[in-house]
């Protein structure tokens, strides 16, 4: 989502940086590309002036420019301004003292609600909790089964009472069932309309007092642009939001809403959605987004993508057997599945500090298509093949081919790949063998 905004401010970095002096005029003119930098991904004009504002007020007020590295210290108020603006910390949902806690989602149509209260559930399911679902959306035709729908695949389970005309009525036995039940989390969905209109906020009001939630939360589409502003402004004033949740942020708008929403209103963005599956959902961190948006990387959600779809012991075998060299086939394509679990490669690489930029071009080349045939490849193989593919002679790639829809070229590039890898790691192990090196030079947990 803020591809273009990344772009914009890279460049602008590298000419600060670029500099070994900078002179007021210098830091005015690359305020100016900052603050059109922020227009353009559509941030409010109040708060991108606000924004720049407060960064000239420290660069020229704190003598940043008679610094050894004025460049630097530019960009570190830049990154600085950026957290703040995103929200400046990451905040949990609250646990109530004696459960179940209340989440009450609210939002307008077609934000994602339904769906994220989906995810949301699946996601404290997996962290050990009993979330409940609770289905008030009661005059959107057909939205108690969508939410049925969206629990079973979650594995959650759904509190609905059909033919119901009371929304608070349904969330107060929804709540008495959990506390009878032992689920230690209640997420409401709340009705929504077209626009925002006085009827649903009155609703909302009451079945927020009625309920004591400990937590309202505003589900926010990243794609309503400047509309987003005063729609939030508005959930804000009448039932005093205590945070956000950002969905479609995978998608291809511009972003200023994200960064206009949580200044205007001051509530935390504590997750945002960034694809259509159920394990969609992430915790946002101000400090790291500010980072992912300047091509500082983010290695701290990389480790926790990877830890996610990582088992220790397979993990620790891996280990073992790079060390003998005996990596196979069927170890690579095991590998490259837990990649593919991890997200789409280009979003991958933009958390690795310092690739970013530079591989841009290079993730787009090797996009998952490219992923999709070389386990297309490995799949064709027989299990001798894949653990000895010495065996593998003309008539056995061709074949491999055909199989795979690939060509032969194909098919040896993988091969040819997979052995100078191989020969890499053989390298490596003679090295730790003679005591050159204590351990792998890449990590494998």
């Known amino acids: 989502m803020f591809e273009a905004l990344q772009s914009r401010f890279q460049s602008i970095i590298r000419t600060l940086t670029?500099?070994?002096?900078?002179?007021?005029?210098?830091?005015?003119?690359?305020?100016?590309?900052?603050?059109?930098?922020?227009?353009?991904?559509?941030?409010?004009?109040?708060?991108?002036?606000?924004?720049?504002?407060?960064?000239?007020?420290?660069?020229?007020?704190?003598?940043?420019?008679?610094?050894?590295?004025?460049?630097?210290?530019?960009?570190?108020?830049?990154?600085?301004?950026?957290?703040?603006?995103?929200?400046?910390?990451?905040?949990?949902?609250?646990?109530?003292?004696?459960?179940?806690?209340?989440?009450?989602?609210?939002?307008?149509?077609?934000a994602g609600k339904t769906t994220t209260a989906g995810k949301l559930a699946y996601r404290l399911r997996r962290r050990g909790r009993r979330p409940l679902?609770?289905?008030?959306?009661?005059?959107?035709?057909?939205?108690?089964?969508?939410?049925?729908?969206?629990?079973?695949?979650?594995?959650?389970?759904?509190?609905?009472?059909?033919?119901?005309?009371?929304?608070?009525?349904?969330?107060?036995?929804?709540?008495?069932?959990?506390?009878?039940?032992?689920?230690?989390?209640?997420?409401?969905?709340?009705?929504?309309?077209?626009?925002?209109?006085?009827?649903?906020?009155?609703e909302l009001r009451r079945m927020r007092e009625a309920i004591a939630a400990h937590d309202v939360l505003l589900v926010l589409d990243a794609m309503a642009g400047q509309d987003a502003v005063a729609m939030a402004e508005r959930f804000h004033r009448d039932l005093r939001l205590d945070g956000l949740i950002v969905t479609k942020l995978d998608g291809d708008a511009r972003g200023g809403a994200v960064l206009s929403v949580v200044e205007v209103t001051g509530c935390p963005v504590l997750f945002a959605g960034v694809s259509e599956k159920l394990d969609g959902l992430e915790p946002f961190h101000p400090d790291r987004m500010a980072s992912r948006i300047l091509g500082m990387g983010d290695v701290l959600t990389l480790i926790e993508k990877a830890v996610e779809v990582t088992d220790a012991d397979a993990a620790a075998q891996l280990e073992r057997k790079l060390r003998r060299a005996e990596f196979t086939l069927e170890d690579f394509r095991q590998q490259l599945r837990q990649v593919r679990k991890m997200g789409p490669l280009d979003t991958l690489i933009e958390m690795i500090p310092g690739l970013g930029g530079r591989m841009k071009g290079a993730a787009a080349e090797m996009d998952e298509r490219q992923l999709t045939r070389v386990e297309a490849i490995i799949d064709s193989m027989t299990p001798l093949e894949r653990t000895q593919p010495q065996v593998l002679d003309g008539s056995r790639r061709r074949r491999i081919a055909r199989g795979s829809g690939t060509s032969i070229q194909d098919v040896n590039r993988l091969f040819k790949q997979f052995e100078d890898a191989k020969r890499l790691i053989k390298q490596v192990g003679e090295m730790e063998r003679k005591g050159k090196r204590g351990r792998l030079p890449f990590p494998l947990q």
């Open 133 to 202: 679902l609770v289905a008030t959306d009661l005059k959107r035709p057909a939205a108690v089964t969508q939410l049925e729908t969206v629990g079973r695949q979650a594995e959650v389970p759904v509190f609905a009472q059909p033919g119901a005309v009371d929304p608070i009525a349904v969330a107060r036995a929804a709540i008495a069932e959990a506390d009878r039940s032992g689920h230690d989390t209640v997420i409401i969905d709340s009705a929504g309309r077209l626009h925002v209109d006085d009827e649903l906020m009155a």
């Open 18 to 110: 670029g500099r070994g002096a900078l002179s007021e005029a210098d830091v005015d003119a690359a305020l100016r590309e900052v603050r059109l930098a922020l227009l353009e991904a559509d941030v409010n004009f109040k708060v991108a002036k606000a924004f720049v504002e407060r960064i000239r007020a420290q660069a020229v007020g704190q003598d940043v420019l008679k610094s050894l590295s004025p460049g630097h210290q530019v960009v570190k108020l830049v990154h600085r301004e950026l957290i703040r603006l995103l929200g400046g910390s990451s905040r949990e949902l609250r646990v109530a003292d004696r459960p179940p806690t209340i989440i009450l989602l609210a939002g307008l149509h077609g």
